[in-house]
């Protein structure tokens, strides 16, 4: 019913900058909530920003003033620009998208494939 298709990760220096993608398509009647979560080799996903349908975002300490978060609402895709980016910010990020499917009532959560972020020198 919905697809979420992530671009953008990739290999950076301490210091660098990324922006990820994610896009999703299918039978899509609203999307509330779109984030982005992390997760570092041994360690647990962790959400790392979020933005709501009226644009009210949140952002873990660690990111902050370094990530920004923005969303599309007319391509349903979301961003994730990331600056400053240091070598404790190296994992797979995940897209979340919490929406309504057209013909549903209730949202439900979906998931992107993930994309890896490397940042090494």
């Known amino acids: 019913q919905v697809q979420l298709v992530e671009s953008g990760g990739g290999l950076v220096q301490p210091g660098g900058s990324l922006r990820l993608s994610c896009a999703a398509s299918?039978?899509?009647?609203?999307?509330?909530?779109m984030g982005w979560y992390r997760q570092a080799p041994g360690k647990e996903r962790e959400l790392a920003a979020e933005i709501t349908s009226d644009g009210k975002t949140n952002y873990v300490d660690s990111v902050k003033g370094r990530f920004t978060i923005s969303r599309d609402n007319a391509e349903n895709t979301v961003y994730l620009q990331m600056n400053s980016l240091k070598p404790e910010d190296t994992a797979v990020y995940y897209c979340k998208l919490r929406l309504v499917v057209t013909g549903s009532l209730l949202p439900r959560d979906y998931w992107g494939q993930g994309t890896q972020v490397t940042v090494s020198s």
């Open positions: 299918g039978r899509i009647f609203r999307i509330n909530v």
